[in-house]
Structure formats: structure tokens, C-alpha cells
């Protein structure tokens, strides 16, 4: 497998950027679903629906930034997942916290092998290997969703938990690429 390292300068300062808002947004986020996460109301689904529609955003932005090279497929791929991931959200709302989680399960599965396929497509540039672990945790964090889905008591604070660790994965991703390119964190 060769990785196309020619963009990889004009690459890792867009990337790093979008890195430190992930990161921010995903311990907002968490806090807030954490908040909420007793019960499936308003603000939680809502909260629920945003996740994957952030991480749709975050995707186009990350894809128009690399312009070129073999991650752009797999993270259109990531588009079309979370935006299903979003619409299954808002109709698993309606039947329980354990449907939220075998919604939520099956796409951090998903998107985790995505985040390992573009995480190692990206190696190259540095600052990944952060990503692709991220994303083989992600597979096995959403194993555990759907088997917390099968169990009495299923509760939403365990996605808060995902997405914190989520986001001190892109925080030291953005870091690892500020130190490789020679930025330093502002």
C-alpha cells in the first residue's frame, strides 16, 4: 500500500485545525449528553442526532481539504454512514434507549474501520497512529453498545465516555501533526 505524501504539507495545518474543534466539540458534546443521558428527551435526541451530523461536516471539511489521494472515497463513505447514522438516531429515539444504542453501535463500528482505512491511508503524514487506534476502539466500543443494548438498565452516559475519548484522540492527533510539521500549539 503506498500513501500519497505530496499534499501532506498543505495537508496537516487544515487537518490540525479541524482536529482541535473536534476535540472541542466532542467534550462539549459529551458533557451535555451526560447531563441529559437520564432519560430520552428533547435536548437528548437532539443531542443524539447532532453527533453524527458534526462528524458529517467534519468529514466534508476534511475531504475538501485533502483535495486529492485515496482517504477522499472512504471519507465520502463516512458522509453517507453518519447521515444514516443520524436518521436511524431520530427513528431509534422513538423505541428506547436500547434502539439509541444499537443505532449508535453498529455506526461506531462502521466509521471506526472508515477511521482505520483513512488513518492508515494518511500514515504517512504523521500524527495518525492516534486515528487508527481511535477507530479500532471505536469498532469495539461499538460491540459494547450493542451488547448493552441487550441488557436491562441500558444508559446513554457510555456514549459520553466514546465520545470524550473520541476527542483526546483528535487533541493529541492535532498535537503529534503541530510537533511533525513544526507548529506549535497555539
Known sequence: MTTNTAPAAGLAEPLRRLYFVRFAFALVWAGLLFATASSLGPVSIALLVLY????VLAAVLDARSAKTGRPIAALYANVAISLLAAGGL????????????????????????VQLVVGVARRGLGGQ????????????????????????????????????LGGVFFLVSALRLGRQRGVQPQ
Open 52 to 55: 453524527p451530523l458534526f462528524d
Open 129 to 164: 497512529w492516534p486515528m487508527i487506534l481511535s477507530g479500532a476502539i471505536s469498532v469495539v466500543a461499538g460491540t459494547s453498545f450493542l451488547l448493552q443494548a441487550t441488557k436491562d438498565g441500558a444508559s446513554l452516559t457510555a456514549l459520553a465516555g466514546y465520545a470524550t
Open 90 to 113: 431520530a427513528v431509534a429515539a422513538s423505541s428506547g434507549i436500547p434502539g439509541v444504542l444499537r443505532v449508535w453501535g453498529t455506526w461506531a463500528i462502521v466509521a471506526g474501520v
